[in-house]
């Protein structure tokens, strides 16, 4: 356990409405060790960027986490997020165009940073900054341009050196390559592979692209409704799924290869429940093909530290 | 830059030549000057003679033109009441309502800004709560009834404040003040707040409205999750961009004070131009409201001349995306 960077423990986020609580998190358990991409992958709705800004306590009202606790380092940061964030663990949002403010010089906001976490004057502070675009690919020179005169792409470059100003422990990416070209997309994560590697950082990768997960993380976590669905090792969890939701992922993630022109994809049937709409015992089960009697009775909780499905429930999982 | 800029500057002196326009017309066909100028008794003789002097025989273009060229060394003709040119009796008047116009826009700008502010940071609070429902009265209540009841409240009952015109007024040149003497800034308290209350109101909600929105974009969200303190997520990142559209409503109301400084001075006996104008109107002094609408539109088209100015100061995004065009 020593190796655990941080421990999500037992969370639930809850919304109330004017219906009653929804729970857009439920009992979600996971860690992340020292070093490790864990990935995070499911539907859009699943829980995996709020699992993100759970983590930071930047859960939008009416929004907030209503049990668990989450362990960075050995100790509970329940209390303690601002004094974790940006320094210790922090966060690239999917969207470059919107995540720079738009009237302020990229310089600015890089020093704005630097100065805030790190205790150096402030003519360190601009080498730093320069260093830090020259590391993720930008023309250290344009330091004094705004935000609009950079692509979408270079943009999310920025973004990187500003997570990565605070020099922290933690990197939270929220799909940080949905908003960007395809072509684009495979740079800046090999970019934001190679300077975490570099680092010694870890990366929380929250995505709904299968193939990122499959050449990026080394773990990697299936939530389905606010759940956690399945959970292990990438190859394993990717080629040898244990849960029903995790196997439908995989065979419906489209291939380029001589084997698989022409056919169909395969589909999972219906969609995902509404929060205000789930089901009794687990939230797959109405999809599942392999539903039996006690899955739609009780929740299955996390067999052998990997899939929550009771189809595991007598059956070791061997390593 | 020096492109928008000037092509800023000719759109206003379009718009000023069409303001212009419709103040000469008000001039030139409202009523007929020569009858207002000659009286019942005067012979065809000296009517011809005064119709040529004015140059109403003129072609409608030159007469236009020369109304323009007059306008530019602030010549309007002579008052049909106390025949004193009409831009001295503008020039007497003007120092009030601008110093009224003035204060109470200071008023409404940062008072409505500072509580905009507030009230967005500390969404759903009860003080935050408190002061929006108090809101709804200043946009709801008309500028006369709120200064009847302040002249009611501080003049009459607490007789702390005068109810009526300008206190003493210090002569600085041709600019009269109230600023400098204690019963002219007293007297400057009611009316300011009866001018300015809706405008505050209006742009406070609009600040709060603006910051609120602000605050869900991802920059803010990606700024706390920097770990930056609140105060600069609010002040450095959240605030800039809300006053870009604050400004705009902001500039307009100013234009807006000005225009309705014309109830409040009347309420309040205020020695301004907005007084001059209302009397003229019950006189039909044509010289002195054509006048009157020349000035209010030439203070419109500086104001939305400084705000554009002002936009291209705050969003680096304009500045560059009208020259490459």
């Known amino acids: ?319 | 830059m020096l492109v928008i800029i000037f092509r800023r500057l000719g759109q206003s002196i379009l718009v000023l030549f069409i303001v212009a326009l419709i103040s000469f017309l008000i001039f030139r066909y409202v009523g007929n000057p020569v009858d207002n100028l000659m009286g019942q008794e005067a012979t065809l003789a000296q009517r011809a003679a005064l119709i040529e002097a004015l140059g109403l025989n003129d072609p409608f273009y030159k007469q236009y033109f020369n109304f323009i060229w007059k306008a530019l060394q602030f010549d309007f003709g002579n008052s049909y009441r106390g025949a004193l040119p009409v831009s001295e009796l503008i020039a007497s008047r003007l120092p009030a309502t601008i110093e009224l116009a003035v204060t109470s826009a200071f008023f409404a700008l940062v008072l409505g800004v500072i509580i905009g502010i507030y009230t967005a940071i500390n969404r759903g609070g009860y003080i935050a709560n408190l002061i929006l429902s108090t809101s709804l009265i200043g946009v709801s209540l008309p500028t006369f009834l709120i200064g009847v009841l302040l002249i009611w409240l501080f003049a009459v009952e607490l007789k702390w404040l005068p109810s009526f015109g300008r206190g003493d007024v210090v002569q600085l040149g041709w600019w009269s003040t109230g600023f400098l003497t204690i019963s002219g800034i007293k007297s400057l308290v009611l009316p300011s707040i009866t001018l300015g209350l809706y405008q505050l109101t209006l742009i406070m909600r609009l600040t709060r409205s603006e910051m609120l929105e602000v605050m869900r974009q991802d920059y803010v969200r990606f700024a706390k999750a920097l770990g930056l303190s609140s105060k600069q997520v609010n002040f450095n990142h959240a605030l800039p961009n809300t006053l870009v559209p604050v400004i705009t409503i902001a500039g307009l109301q100013l234009g807006s004070i000005v225009a309705f400084a014309i109830i409040t001075e009347t309420v309040f006996q205020w020695p301004g131009v907005g007084l001059l104008f209302i009397n003229a109107v019950y006189f039909v002094d044509i010289p002195v409201m054509s006048a009157y609408l020349l000035l209010v539109g030439v203070l419109f088209v500086i104001i939305n001349l400084i705000v554009d100015l002002l936009y291209l100061a705050i969003d680096p995004r304009l500045r560059d995306s009208n020259t490459s065009e």
């Open chain 1, 1 to 319: 356990m020593d190796d655990n960077l941080l421990e999500v423990r037992n969370i639930s986020v809850t919304f109330k409405n004017r219906y009653g609580t929804l729970k857009a998190l439920d009992n979600l358990s996971l860690n992340v060790k020292k070093g490790e991409i864990l990935g995070l992958v499911g539907e859009s709705g699943a829980g995996k960027s709020m699992t993100g800004a759970a983590i930071l306590g930047l859960i939008d009202p009416p929004g907030h986490m209503s049990s668990g606790e989450i362990w960075y380092k050995g100790k509970c940061i329940n209390d303690a997020h601002e004094a974790i964030r940006g320094r210790e663990i922090s966060m690239i949002f999917q969207d470059p165009l919107m995540s720079l403010n738009p009237l302020r010089r990229i310089g600015d906001q890089l020093l704005e940073t630097i100065l805030t976490h790190m205790n150096v004057t402030k003519s360190e502070a601009i080498k730093r900054a320069r260093k830090g675009l020259e590391e993720v690919g930008i023309d250290p020179n344009r330091l004094n341009s705004y935000p609009h005169t950079f692509s979408g792409g270079m943009r999310q470059r920025v973004v990187i050196a500003l997570a990565l100003a605070p020099e922290p422990s933690l990197i939270i990416a929220d799909e940080p390559t949905t908003a960007l070209d395809v072509s684009v997309q495979a740079q800046i994560l090999d970019l934001l592979k190679n300077l975490c590697k570099e680092r010694g950082t870890s990366i929380i990768l929250v995505t709904h692209d299968m193939g990122v997960i499959a050449q990026t993380t080394d773990r990697v976590g299936v939530l389905y409704a606010g759940r956690l669905a399945e959970i292990g090792d990438t190859r394993e969890v990717l080629t040898n799924p244990k849960h029903p939701y995790t196997k439908g992922l995989v065979d419906s993630t489209p291939r380029i290869d001589a084997n698989s022109f022409y056919k169909e994809l395969y589909q999972i049937s219906g969609t995902m429940p509404k929060l205000d709409a789930m089901p009794n015992g687990c939230a797959f089960h109405p999809r599942c093909e392999f539903a039996i009697d006690k899955c739609s009775k009780e929740t299955p909780q996390v067999f052998s530290d990997r899939a929550a499905c009771w189809l595991l429930e007598n059956e070791a999982i061997v390593e």
